[in-house]
C-alpha cells in the first residue's frame, strides 16, 4: 500500500492537461468578461447604423 500511494504522489503525468484545462478556462472568463463589457457599446452602434439606413432609404408602401 506503501509503495502505492508513493508511486501516486510523484506521478506528474495528468499535471500538463490540467494546467492547460485552467489556462483555457481563464481564457474562456476574459473573453466571456469583455463581450459582457463591450456589448452595450456594439449594440449602440448597430442601432444607430440602422436608424441612419432608416434615413437614407424609408420602406416603401404597398
Do not use: Q
Not at 1 to 7: G, L, S, T
Not at 31 to 43: E, Q, S, T
Amino acid at each position: 500500500m506503501r509503495n502505492f500511494i508513493n508511486r501516486f504522489a510523484k506521478d506528474e503525468s495528468g499535471a500538463t492537461a490540467i494546467e492547460y484545462g485552467l489556462i483555457a478556462a481563464l481564457i474562456s472568463v476574459v473573453i466571456i468578461g469583455a463581450l459582457v463589457a463591450i456589448g452595450p457599446k456594439v449594440k449602440g452602434m448597430f442601432d444607430g447604423v440602422n436608424t441612419e439606413l432608416d434615413k437614407a432609404a424609408p420602406a416603401k408602401e404597398g
